[in-house]
């Protein structure tokens, strides 16, 4: 992550780019049909290092996201940003509908 990072405006966050994708960025990124190669923003990143997901709940949602669905029956998110702001109710939403 660039340095001095969380002062920067929204607007400036959304439109940088981090320098490399981890290995958890690469795997996520895959759920909404991103290249490896594809560089995220700082915006993305910044939510996933507050986040700092749990491997089971990463498990969980993988599964979820990588699922064939119909598209009349798909409910999922179809924005990173917007599903790592809302992980919480991602994953209570998970959990309702595999019980």
């Known amino acids: 992550m660039p340095h001095g990072w969380r002062n920067w405006s929204a607007k400036r966050q959304k439109a940088t780019r981090v320098g490399r994708n981890t290995e958890l960025m690469k795997r996520m990124g895959r759920w909404f049909g991103r290249r490896p190669e594809t560089l995220w923003t700082v915006h993305e990143a910044g939510l996933l290092e507050n986040l700092n ?15 064939v669905v119909d598209k009349e029956h798909d409910y999922r998110r179809r924005d990173l940003a917007t599903l790592l702001a809302n992980w919480t109710q991602e994953i209570d939403r998970t959990l309702t509908e595999t019980h």
Do not use: T
């Open 53 to 67: 997901p749990p491997e089971d709940e990463l498990d969980m949602l993988e599964a979820r996201y990588l699922a």
